[in-house]
């Protein structure tokens, strides 16, 4: 009998943090060894998490999935700093080494953000010569708005990110991301990785996190089913670069508000601060165009991951944001489809989840190119809306294309990393 191969999957969130990147790491964790890689975890010890703990989410590991756990600099007394992966980057490096030196590991794996802990790759690499990859959760590299303002906190991140990603990447053997747009950046910046082995996984949706919660009896706490309403759940952060596709929403709705008048769209968890019940981002602009707490709803505070899961079930359908950057593909697509929920959704035109929808049959898109084109979101939204309440009225989910969306299970998604590992520790 050939021994699985063992894999030390380097993240410092895990469950009981209900931070969404935690899924990333749970998921790959819990297929890898139907695929030949044992897994361990190396994260950071809950009493060091400053967002809010969700003890349902470990519930949903595997029983004997190995979690290796370290302590980091706490931030109750002075907060020089939040990042996670600065406060713990020692302990994580030192417990790191300890194993890999200790114990037969073929291949470190390292998702970001925290982008930090990527440069413990670079560092692990040169003492144990450790093949290791880097998993972009989100771009490194990345403009924020106020990032042209020089000396600002975005400024100096943006400085920081391209001075530190090509040292963290450099011995990398393996670049991994969300979809293609978020490291493909990455090896044009670094000519040297050009052979470097790459591959784009999407968050893969996981069916048994859906049926887990018709056993833990949660109560959805946020708002109550109204038969009398047509209810949307947008769930998830609010991104620096959605705003202008929203405000064309918002304004569209305003300009026709009759035909919302039986219409709520609830975003939840989409707050400026994690914790922070009064972080409105939403509100403003809904207050704005004078929808707030009519037609629009929004619930700051992030919930945990199986709360929101509840909050789908009760809701008639989900609504998907996306971002003016082509590469953004929400994660959420996914759970959506597993809900059992048709979508109405406003995309980039080379998002891939615009195909995903459309070809599996699961709801409407507006689809538009970018920034310079924002104002035909207003111009059909209000038609595609219509075209989208025809829809689901006839929407069974039984006539959602499963078969095409298998590619995005979670499994399938596991089953490509695996490949992409066996191919890369084979390569001299």
Same mark, same amino acid.
């Given at each position: 009998?050939?021994?699985?191969?063992?894999? #030390? =999957?380097?993240?410092?969130?895990?469950?009981?943090?209900?931070?969404?990147?935690?899924?990333?790491?749970?998921?790959?964790?819990q297929?890898?060894?139907?695929?030949?890689?044992?897994?361990?975890?190396?994260?950071?010890h809950?009493?060091?998490?400053e967002?809010?703990?969700?003890?349902?989410?470990?519930?949903?590991?595997?029983?004997?999935?190995r979690?290796?756990?370290?302590?980091?600099?706490?931030?109750?007394?002075?907060?020089?700093?939040?990042?996670?992966?600065l406060?713990?980057f020692?302990?994580?490096?030192?417990?790191?080494?300890?194993?890999?030196?200790?114990?037969?590991?073929?291949f470190?794996?390292?998702?970001?953000?925290?982008?930090?802990?990527?440069?413990?790759?670079?560092?692990?690499?040169?003492?144990?010569?450790?093949?290791?990859?880097?998993?972009y =959760?989100?771009p490194?590299?990345?403009?924020?708005?106020?990032?042209?303002?020089i000396?600002?906190?975005?400024?100096?991140?943006?400085?920081?990110?391209?001075?530190?990603?090509?040292?963290?990447?450099?011995?990398?053997?393996?670049?991994?991301?969300?979809?293609?747009?978020?490291y493909?950046?990455?090896?044009?910046?670094?000519?040297? #990785?050009?052979?470097?082995?790459?591959?784009?996984?999407?968050?893969?949706?996981?069916?048994?996190?859906?049926? =887990?919660?018709?056993?833990?009896?949660?109560?959805?706490?946020l708002?109550?089913?109204?038969?009398?309403?047509?209810?949307?759940?947008?769930?998830?952060?609010?991104?620096?670069?959605?705003?202008k596709?929203?405000?064309?929403?918002?304004?569209?709705?305003?300009?026709?508000?009759?035909l919302?008048?039986?219409?709520?769209?609830?975003? =939840?968890?989409?707050?400026?601060?994690?914790?922070?019940?009064?972080?409105?981002?939403?509100?403003? #602009?809904?207050?704005?165009?004078?929808?707030?707490?009519?037609?629009?709803?929004e619930?700051?505070?992030r919930?945990?991951?199986?709360?929101?899961?509840?909050h789908?079930?009760?809701?008639?359908?989900?609504?998907?944001?996306?971002?003016?950057e082509?590469?953004?593909?929400?994660?959420?697509?996914?759970?959506?489809?597993?809900?059992?929920?048709?979508?109405?959704?406003?995309?980039?035109?080379?998002?891939?989840?615009?195909?995903?929808?459309?070809?599996?049959?699961?709801?409407?898109?507006?689809?538009?190119?970018?920034?310079?084109d924002?104002?035909?979101i207003?111009?059909?939204?209000?038609?595609?809306f219509?075209?989208?309440?025809?829809?689901?009225?006839?929407?069974?989910?039984?006539?959602?294309?499963?078969?095409?969306?298998?590619?995005?299970?979670?499994?399938?998604?596991?089953?490509?990393?695996?490949s992409l #590992?066996?191919?890369?520790?084979?390569?001299?």
């Open positions: 009998m050939i021994d699985n191969k063992k894999i #030390l =999957i380097l993240y410092p969130h895990f469950p009981p943090s209900n931070l969404a990147g935690v899924h990333r790491a749970r998921l790959f964790a297929h890898l060894p139907t695929f030949g890689w044992e897994p361990t975890i190396l994260t950071v809950k009493n060091f998490y967002e809010k703990l969700d003890y349902n989410l470990e519930k949903l590991l595997p029983l004997n999935l979690i290796v756990k370290v302590n980091a600099f706490s931030t109750k007394k002075i907060r020089l700093f939040g990042d996670i992966g406060r713990a020692f302990q994580l490096y030192k417990k790191a080494k300890e194993l890999l030196c200790t114990e037969k590991f073929d470190l794996y390292i998702p970001i953000p925290s982008f930090y802990c990527a440069l413990l790759g670079r560092m692990l690499y040169g003492k144990t010569k450790i093949k290791y990859g880097i998993d =959760i989100d490194w590299v990345h403009t924020f708005p106020g990032s042209e303002k000396f600002s906190r975005h400024w100096l991140s943006t400085k920081l990110a391209k001075f530190l990603e090509p040292i963290a990447v450099k011995k990398a053997s393996l670049i991994t991301g969300v979809a293609e747009g978020y493909q950046p990455v090896l044009n910046r670094n000519q040297h #990785l050009k052979n470097v082995i790459t591959g784009a996984m999407p968050y893969g949706g996981e069916a048994k996190d859906h049926e =887990i919660i018709k056993s833990l009896n949660i109560e959805p706490n708002f109550k089913k109204n038969t009398n309403k047509l209810q949307f759940v947008y769930a998830g952060a609010m991104l620096p670069k959605a705003y596709p929203l405000e064309k929403i918002f304004e569209a709705i305003s300009e026709n508000n009759a919302f008048e039986t219409v709520e769209f609830h975003f =939840i968890g989409t707050g400026k601060r994690t914790n922070d019940a009064e972080s409105y981002n939403i509100k403003p #602009l809904a207050e704005k165009y004078g929808l707030w707490n009519l037609i629009v709803f619930y700051p505070a919930i945990p991951y199986l709360d929101v899961l509840v789908l079930n009760i809701a008639d359908a989900v609504f998907i944001l996306g971002s003016t082509p590469h953004y593909t929400p994660s959420k697509v996914y759970q959506a489809i597993l809900s059992g929920k048709s979508l109405f959704a406003v995309l980039h035109a080379q998002s891939s989840a615009v195909k995903v929808i459309k070809d599996s049959n699961v709801g409407v898109v507006i689809d538009f190119n970018g920034e310079n924002v104002e035909n207003k111009k059909s939204f209000v038609h595609s219509l075209g989208y309440k025809k829809f689901l009225h006839t929407f069974k989910k039984e006539q959602v294309n499963t078969e095409l969306f298998n590619e995005y299970s979670a499994f399938e998604v596991t089953k490509k990393l695996a #590992l066996d191919e890369t520790i084979a390569t001299i």
